[in-house]
Structures are given as structure tokens and as C-alpha cells.
């Protein structure tokens, strides 16, 4: 059974960064997409990135492209959302998801892609960002 467990959030004042990571576990696809979206109060969910582990341009939204990055940390399946001058527009809860499957890659490459469309999500972990 694949898990998600993210980890990192917090509170922080405007201009700082944070670090969110999500290790993925029970997974037997060597190949999948993983993304991080957000959700906050009163407001539509956002993705912000997303990647594809096997290969390919990670994919930022507007919002936080230049700001924020995705990564795959040292070749295991831990995956970092590395957030930098932070915004207290970014205050939101983080999840981290994934999609496996045979079109994953396609899926994941060139589009930023919402809650919709992932087979596993996280619980989430609450980033604070105060002015």
C-alpha cells in the first residue's frame, strides 16, 4: 500500500523559506508523478508543482514559479518542495501526492496539475507565512 507522509511546515515571516518534504513509501512503480498542491481557507485548492521521476522539466504554477522548487532528494523516495521568499499569499495546507500508471509521465510533464487526477494524497502539513 502506498503511503505519503509529509513533514517541514510551520510558521515563518514573509521573505523567509521552508522546506517541505514527502517520503513516499510502498511503492513498486519505479517510474510515477509527484506533486504538491494547497489548499487554503475559503480559497480553490492550487497546485504548485509536479514532477515525474522519469525525467522531464518539473512543472511550477505561476504563483510560486522562481520561488519554489521540487526535487527528488538523494535518489530515494523523499521529495522536497524547497520554498523561498515566502508570501503570506502562500499560506495554505501543502499536500504531496502521487500518480502512477502507465501514461503518468505524459500526464505529469508540461502542465501543472491540480488534486484532480492523482491516485494518492498525503494529510498535509500547514504552511504559515505572517507580514
Known amino acids: 500500500q502506498i503511503r505519503l507522509a509529509e513533514s517541514g511546515g510551520g510558521s515563518v515571516q514573509a521573505g523567509k523559506s521552508m522546506k517541505l518534504s514527502c517520503v513516499v513509501s510502498?511503492?513498486?512503480?519505479?517510474?510515477?508523478?509527484v506533486g504538491w498542491f494547497r489548499q487554503a481557507p475559503g480559497k480553490e485548492g492550487e497546485g504548485v508543482a509536479n514532477?515525474?521521476?522519469?525525467?522531464?522539466?518539473?512543472v511550477y504554477s505561476d504563483s510560486v514559479k522562481g520561488r519554489f522548487t521540487i526535487l527528488q532528494e538523494n535518489a530515494q523516495n523523499t521529495f522536497v518542495l524547497q520554498m523561498d521568499s515566502l508570501e503570506p499569499e502562500d499560506t495554505a495546507m501543502y499536500h504531496c501526492?502521487?500518480?502512477?500508471?502507465?501514461?503518468?509521465?505524459?500526464?505529469?510533464?508540461?502542465?501543472?496539475?491540480?488534486?484532480?487526477?492523482?491516485?494518492?494524497w498525503g494529510q498535509g502539513t500547514q504552511v504559515t507565512v505572517s507580514s
Open positions: 514532477m515525474f521521476t522519469g525525467g522531464g522539466m518539473p
Open positions: 501526492a502521487v500518480r502512477v500508471g502507465r501514461n503518468s509521465g505524459s500526464w505529469c510533464s508540461d502542465v501543472i496539475r491540480g488534486s484532480d487526477g492523482y491516485n494518492i
Open positions: 510502498g511503492i513498486i512503480y519505479k517510474d510515477y508523478c
